[in-house]
């Protein structure tokens, strides 16, 4: 009898020791906050919400705050980026063990990295840059194995670079430009065989660039404008390296250095001064070439802090380029699905009260609109119960699968989890009821959502585009198969989109003006008349901001986002038509990367700009036009960027 007892009573005794480590784990999580809120923002103006009596950390109404359950409830994100806050960085930031991100930059954070931050050994991405942070870079950072990028520019750090960052060799960005460093650069950063963008610019730096940088396998961006270099500059297989004269540095070969000192690699645009004073000496065709390449070489330098996936759990892919093949068309299987009952789990409430639609389980308040109303049945029986086979994309934060509703209509069902939306259901409401409100015939259509209590996720359902997105039709090989788009398909797609784009900067039908964020390729569906719909857009309005800037990073690295993002953070209209002017180049040349076109020639050769799979059937006034509108578009100045209404009418002239 006794016997019995004591094994009953081990697995209640493990499960205890479980329960209070767990408990004592989210306790220190706890602390570690508090202490963050406190040194960061000491007036509680902006983290209000991190208050100890709404209760755990990772229930939800800590703002800016990330968990993951399966890790017993520790926090991994920190994600307050913009947000004003004015304190400092505490040494208790230490606490936060299984931290992954640390988003801080756009505030005015002052005082010295502690060092104690070099004991977050799981920390991936550190961004602190855009601050007023001084002293200097703490030596212990090379402890943390783990760290993929490290943001640290446009403060006020001093003292030498340390060569111990060598040891970092997960690291793909290394960004400590525009602060006050001095010392020579080490030759230790030569050993990160991940680093592909190294910004070292606007700083103190003395010396030569050692050799063994330019032996780094991955390294496409090398800054070291505005220091105080000498000595020869070692022959690498960057894609850009941005020298200049301030440093007085020798190249090891003449060629192929542009005029202000930058190396380029195969077919690079040739860079010009961004000192306009320089090139007013210059013939107005070469003014032109310059101001196209000043544009895609100030978008390389500027967005490449932000075109590194920042951890697995978040990384953004295409949720919505999707082949039509994948659907099944098995319509016994389809049938048996949808006569299983509905989900057990629709009964189950939310552990924190987060509940954006009152009338329970899915459908939509009367805020929203009944029309748009999906029951979860219904989504569950379109996708086949979210069959693998019907799932077209997948992110940290969402899930897009195709489905066939009862009408035979085809539909891309996007699932999203509760938290990676926005935690105020107010917000959350606003957002809805503007995604509602878009109806465009180049927008993506919104037939309906639905919003699950029990799976803790919303659905949105929208139209589905047969023919996938814009990207599947750029880089088309010879005797590949796939799809070359024709020349008049091409200019219908360009105008499509811009009036897509000028429909949601209006506020035309009652609705408010709106700026999509995110437009690319990727973004662009096209429809069984190959007609663009922009796809989603609006969605950030749904999205907590950790989440919204996690989806930029694969925009980043194709150019599209602006060049005044990387010193604001912020997006405008004008933000959107610099993406859509690149949008423009790539439908044009039928090329993905066209930052690394010779787009100058869209003045001198077009034969040479345009996609060489049209074996030169296009209109020239039309190609030159479009070229133009683009070179507009891209300006490197937001002022000096049409608007889309002016772009609309220009290509309808």
Known sequence: MAATARVLFLPFLLLLLTVLAASARNEEDAQALAALKAALDPSGRVLGSWDPARGDPCGGS??????????????TGVSLQGRGL???????????????????????????????????????????????LSGPVPVEIAAMGNLQVLQLGYNQLTGSIPPQLGNLNKLAVLALQSNQLTGAIPATLGDLTRLTR??????????????????????????????????SVPAGNWLLLYLYEENGLNPSKPEPFGPDGTIKRGQVPQSVNPDTTRSSKASSGVLIVGIVAVVIGAAFCGIFAFSYYRRQKQKIGSSLEVSDSRLSTDHYQQKEACRRSASPLISIEYSNGWDPLSSGGC??????????????????CATQYFCEVNLLGKSGFAATYKGMLRDGSVVAVKSLNKTSCKQEESDFLRGLKTLTILRHENLVGLRGFCCSRGRGECFLVYDFMVNGSLSRYLDVKDGSGASVLDWPTR???????????????????????????NISAEKILLDHHFIPRLSVPGLHKLLADDVVFSTLKASAAMGYLAPEYANTGRFTEKSDVFAFGIVVLQVITGRRAVSQLKVGTAVSDLEGLVDLNLDGVFSRTEAAKLAAVAVHCTNEAPSQRPTMEAVVQQLSS
């Open 62 to 75: 800590f703002v800016g705050v990330t968990c993951d359950r399966g890790a017993g409830g520790r926090v």
């Open 86 to 132: 004015s304190g400092t960085l505490p040494p208790a930031i230490a606490g936060l063990r299984r931290l992954k991100g640390l988003y801080l930059h756009y505030n005015g954070i002052k005082g010295a990295i502690p060092r104690e931050i070099g004991k977050l050994s799981e920390l991936a991405d550190l961004y602190l840059d855009v601050n007023h």
């Open 198 to 231: 190294l910004d070292l610019s606007f700083n103190r730096l003395f010396g030569s660039i050692p050799s063994k940088i330019a032996e780094a396998p991955l390294l496409e961006v090398f800054d070291v404008r505005n220091n105080t270099l000498s000595g």
């Open 363 to 380: 459908g939509s308040s009367g805020e929203v609109g009944d029309s748009f109303r999906f029951n979860l049945e219904e989504v569950e």
């Open 491 to 517: 200019v219908s797609i360009i105008r499509g989109i811009a009036k897509g784009i000028e429909y949601l900067h209006s506020k035309k039908s009652n609705k408010p003006s709106l700026v999509h964020q």
